[in-house]
């Protein structure tokens, strides 16, 4: 099992694209959406991140307001999984549920606590995405 971690830095207003591998992906099964982990798991060690959302295998969208991790039709007026056309608009739409499950394939995170390194010297390499 493995997830893509896109991690967003507020600061900078830039985004890395990471992957948790086993076996440290695994501790992220069955997490919310708000929840804090340790950036250990996809390389940023000293680092502290917060889900913000995701989405599963078929691209349906994690929602914080949807119990479980199972996917759901939902009445909705607005995003995520959602933009309507005009004033009052509701759509009944498909949407996955706020907990990371082993049908997650990407997750979203924010930076809640920097490290002592910074991100560019963690993961050389890798290109932000503006």
């Known amino acids: 099992m493995a997830f ?3 991690v967003a830095d507020p600061e900078k207003g830039k985004s890395y694209q990471l992957e948790a591998r086993e076996p440290g992906a695994r501790r992220l099964v069955g997490l919310r959406i708000g929840d804090k982990f340790d950036g250990e798991i996809t390389g940023l060690s000293g680092y502290e991140l917060q889900i913000t959302g995701g989405t599963d295998k078929d691209g349906f969208p994690m ?16 995003g995520p999984g959602f933009r309507p056309r ?3 608009e509701r759509r009944r739409k498909r949407v996955r549920g706020c907990r990371v499950s082993d049908d997650t394939v990407q997750i979203n995170a924010k930076i809640v606590k920097k490290g ?8 050389p390499g890798k290109e932000a995405k503006t």
Not at 63 to 78: E, F, I, K, N, P
């Open 4 to 6: 893509k971690v896109v």
């Open 86 to 88: 005009g004033r009052g």
């Open 63 to 78: 929602r914080a307001d949807v119990a479980g991790s199972g996917r759901t039709s939902v009445l909705l007026s607005s």
């Open 116 to 123: 002592a390194k910074s991100i560019e010297e963690l993961i």
